[in-house]
């Protein structure tokens, strides 16, 4: 089992960065593959990227291509999510969830794939 706390997040500018980190709990943390996900009000919570359980592999979806970029440091348990020049519309909740898994190369882009999830930390966004 895994514990997940993020942090980094808080109030920016529009073209400003912050980086969100995940912090796991476990000696076993290079098992599993890490999502980051959010959830703005009154939408679904969806994918922003993901990374595999070695950090040889990453995954975006069109809307963060690069913007957005996923790094993790297994020997601290910890995975980032580094966000460039962000919009008001990445206001939002961030999540990172992760999955054990024995695929080193894979990562998944579904909510339901996940096991564990943190708390989230808000990002919001100012225009």
């Known amino acids: 089992q895994v514990q997940l706390v993020e942090s980094g997040g808080g109030l920016v500018q529009a073209g400003g960065s912050l980086r969100l980190s995940c912090a796991a709990s476990?000696?076993?943390?290079?098992?599993?593959?890490v999502g980051w996900f959010r959830q703005a009000p009154g939408k679904e919570r969806e994918f922003v990227g993901a990374?595999?359980?070695?950090?040889?592999?990453?995954g975006y979806p069109d809307s963060v291509k690069g913007r957005f970029a996923i790094s993790r440091d297994n020997a601290k348990n910890t995975v980032y999510l580094q966000m460039n020049s962000l919009k008001p519309e990445d206001t939002a909740v961030y999540y990172c969830?992760?999955?054990?898994?024995?695929?080193?190369?894979?990562?998944?882009?579904?909510?339901?794939?996940?096991?564990?999830w943190g708390q989230g930390t808000q990002v919001t966004v100012s225009s």
């Open positions: 969830a992760a999955k054990a898994t024995y695929f080193t190369n894979t990562y998944y882009k579904s909510r339901t794939e996940y096991d564990y």
């Open positions: 990374i595999t359980r070695g950090g040889g592999g990453t």
């Open positions: 476990g000696r076993t943390f290079n098992s599993y593959a």
